[in-house]
């Protein structure tokens, strides 16, 4: 294995940019590798990032961005072969093919290849990925089952029952494709029972400077924050505003909601007293600051969140559903109150505020917790192990790797 490795790092996103949940991971990732060996970048995205990429003022530099189209079948035969053939790609965007061509004869160069998400996998068009890490920082049918679960729509819960099926068969295939998989939990972990070597790297956040004092305002504020792209957010703000809301608000009449975030005004079509839509924010740790809890009412989605380390990283209260904490190895009244059902889950931000001593406890309970586990310093060994397990697999010369 070499002293200094050559790697690429085939992303979806700029690690540079507006922060939002994927480019947090990718940028540690790239950040951690580029401590392994020599790194080189390549962005296989939405035209969102280009102008970044344009100003060269990010930390990284980018080999090549690469914009992605969209896949259309053109007709019924078409669309049959995206949904039943494993080699297909079932997610709607690629690249064209000279891109393609390219990125497949590039990435042979390297002694590493980090790929970031099977969509950007199929994006590429290649199937067998040599001396590869695939980072499926969530899991594609495990998303399928929240939807069937909670989705309020009867066809959208059907379709999402046979995705599930269609998404477990590629999912199973995954050591066939990829020398090393690593996923968020070890709940990712024991649900996809691959045979290859699977290594867990959970989400974190990047640690303060300095242990937080955290320092909420009167009249209490609950807080949410994350990217309204992302439809699972507008779908669990959506509820707890529709369901859970009216009931704080009737405890705690002088309540305020605080919604932060990327699109959250074109997304958002929000009603209700005491709730303000903030926007992208460009100091979340001041507005976090102010909050008396944060929710995290996910009830759609897969892989872990990364709001639950943030807010531990601020000794923020937080209340949030199963799901919005699945894969942290966390108890309710322990680290945060934890509640699915719109009452329990509206009882919850109420006893939050009244029993304010309780709160700060599991907040620091949380804080101690993160500084162990999940802040990017606590997780960047596990990137390094899943990168070295993947160079010792196979440490022939990257070129024949590839023949």
Same mark, same amino acid.
């Given at each position: 294995m070499s002293s200094n490795p050559s790697i690429v790092y085939v992303t979806p996103c700029s690690p540079d940019g507006l922060d939002f949940g994927t480019r947090l991971?990718?940028?540690?990732?790239?950040r951690a590798l580029r401590e392994l060996g020599e790194l080189k970048i390549v962005v296989v995205g939405g035209a969102e990032d280009f102008p970044t990429q344009q100003n060269g003022t990010g930390e990284f530099e980018i080999e090549r961005f690469l914009p992605l189209h969209h896949l259309t079948p053109n007709n019924?035969?078409?669309?049959?072969?995206?949904?039943? +053939?494993?080699?297909?790609?079932?997610?709607?965007? &690629?690249l064209d093919s000279q891109s393609q061509d390219w990125v497949q004869s590039y990435v042979k160069n390297f002694d590493l290849v980090w790929v970031h998400h099977l969509r950007t996998a199929y994006a590429v068009g290649q199937w067998k990925w040599k001396r590869s890490v695939m980072d499926l920082d969530d899991v594609t049918s495990m998303h399928c089952r929240s939807v069937a679960a909670n989705s309020e729509r009867v066809m959208e819960r059907v379709k999402s029952k046979v995705q599930i099926q269609l998404t477990r068969r590629r999912e199973r295939l995954l050591s066939d494709r990829f020398t090393v998989v690593s996923v968020c939990s070890e709940a990712d972990r024991e649900y996809l029972n691959l045979p290859g070597p699977? &290594?867990?790297i959970p989400n974190g956040f990047d640690a303060p400077a300095q242990e937080p004092q955290h320092n909420p305002i009167i009249p209490p504020r609950f807080g949410f924050i994350g990217t309204f792209n992302y439809q699972p957010n507008v779908d669990s703000v959506h509820w707890f505003v529709c369901k859970c809301w009216p009931r704080i608000k009737r405890e705690i009449p002088n309540a305020q909601l605080r919604l932060a975030g990327d699109n959250s005004y074109n997304a958002l079509k929000i009603d209700g007293a005491d709730i303000e839509v903030l926007g992208y924010v460009e100091s979340p740790a001041a507005e976090m600051d102010t909050w008396s809890a944060m929710i995290v009412p996910t009830r759609k989605g897969a892989g872990t969140r990364v709001k639950i380390a943030d807010g531990f990283s601020k000794k923020v209260p937080m209340i949030t559903t199963s799901l919005g904490v699945c894969g942290y190895d966390v108890k309710s009244g322990v680290e945060l109150y934890i509640a699915d059902h719109a009452d329990e889950f509206a009882q919850a931000c109420i006893l939050a505020i009244k029993d304010p001593e309780s709160s700060r406890r599991m907040a620091e309970q949380g804080w101690r917790r993160f500084s162990q586990?999940?802040?990017? +310093?606590?997780?960047?060994?596990?990137?390094w192990a899943a990168a070295e397990d993947c160079l010792r697999r196979d440490s022939r010369p990257a070129a024949a790797a590839f023949e």
């Open positions: 991971r990718v940028r540690q990732v790239a019924l035969s078409a669309r049959y072969r995206r949904l039943l +053939d494993v080699r297909s790609n079932p997610y709607g965007r &690629h699977v &290594h867990v586990e999940w802040s990017w +310093d606590a997780i960047r060994p596990k990137i």
